[in-house]
């Protein structure tokens, strides 16, 4: 499944941000969809996912900031971005796991800054 994440910017702390992903394929055939982020000189980790039945999860550092959510008419996947800090700065990568794969599909990655 191709990936295409938008949404990406600058903004103050505080502030807020949306990103999408829009997937090639019929979100129907798509059993987790997701974003990662890779800040400079970190690692890539794991920020939210939802499955298919709306199941979400959060890392603990977004959990009450960061929504997501899945738009299954437009085959998309948002993840709505509030209180941003600057410690979310990062290039943020969404992710798709079709049903029955282990591997997933990534998106080519879409950048937020958030200033101080």
């Known amino acids: 499944v191709q990936l295409q994440a938008s949404g990406g910017g600058l903004v103050q702390a505080g502030g807020s941000l949306r990103l999408s992903c829009a997937a090639s394929?019929?979100?129907?055939?798509?059993?987790?969809m997701g974003w990662y982020r890779q800040a400079p000189g970190k690692t890539r980790d794991l920020v939210a996912t939802i499955t298919e039945t709306g199941t979400t999860h959060y890392a603990d550092s977004v959990k009450g900031r960061f929504t997501i959510s899945m738009d299954n008419a437009k085959n998309t996947v948002i993840l709505q971005m509030n209180s941003l800090k600057p410690g979310d700065t990062a290039v943020y990568y969404c992710?798709?796991?079709?049903?029955?794969?282990?591997?997933?599909?990534w998106g080519q990655g879409t950048q937020v800054t958030v200033s101080s």
């Open positions: 992710i798709a796991y079709q049903s029955g794969d282990d591997v997933p599909s």
């Open positions: 394929e019929t979100i129907f055939t798509i059993s987790i």
